[in-house]
């Protein structure tokens, strides 16, 4: 079968670093994207890996291990506006797979 | 800016009412994708479309159907709305086929279907 496990909720300080975890199975691998979604809001792309190792964008970093069937999505400095779910996806044989999603509570 | 907008934010049927959502991209995008996103679930794929006329199912393709007569334009039908599919459809475009390519997602529609 395939399937992709993330935290269900995480929650952080401002200013501090966080790390969420996802490992997958599925059949086909094809790269691996991350997605933050606010509430109530449309998911928006912040990461795409398809070579192991890690990929920096300012304050977001995503690692990829094929091997290992595993990424993590590192914040850093985080912000109140960060408090959000982040959805874990992986480009399988012919489409798109999501995890159910971490949710990222930052508190002062 | 890749826009993609979905025809209601929020909408309340009654059971064995027919549905329409309504997906518009306006960038040109040949795919267009239809999920609905429950809590613990994540998002399941519904229907896809590569092209204009053409779709395919996706993971969970029962009780819905789609349209695409336009390539901007990517429609999903509820023929007889059911409580189980109470949810948050979100529709989404990508540029190509090729495997890397971004998916863009709408606002989403949250229906409730009574």
């Known amino acids: 079968g395939q399937n992709i496990d993330q935290p269900t909720e995480m929650t952080a300080t401002e200013g501090a670093i966080v790390q969420i975890n996802c490992t997958y199975q599925t059949s086909g691998f094809n790269g691996l994207f991350w997605y933050q979604q606010h509430a109530g809001e449309a998911p928006t792309f912040l990461s795409y890996n398809v070579l192991d190792g890690l990929e920096e964008k300012g304050r977001f970093s995503s690692f990829l291990s094929r091997s290992k069937g595993y990424s993590y999505l590192l914040l850093k400095e985080l912000q109140m506006k960060d408090s959000a779910s982040y959805l874990c996806a992986v480009w399988g044989y012919n489409k798109l797979i999501f995890g159910a999603g971490t949710r990222l509570a930052v508190h002062p | 800016d890749v826009k993609v907008t979905q025809s209601s934010r929020y909408l309340v049927k009654r059971t064995g009412e027919k549905v329409f959502l309504e997906c518009v991209q306006d960038m040109d995008h040949e795919n267009m994708f239809w999920y609905r996103q429950d809590p613990g679930l994540g998002l399941r794929l519904i229907y896809f479309s590569y092209d204009v006329k053409m779709k395919e199912k996706g993971d969970i393709p029962e009780g819905y159907s789609v349209s695409r007569e336009k390539k901007e334009r990517f429609s999903l039908i509820l023929e007889s709305a059911s409580t189980n599919q109470t949810s948050m459809y979100l529709c989404?475009?990508?540029?190509?086929?090729?495997?890397?390519?971004?998916?863009?997602f709408g606002p989403g529609t949250r229906l409730l279907v009574l």
């Open positions: 989404a475009s990508s540029f190509s086929w090729r495997l890397n390519e971004t998916q863009y």
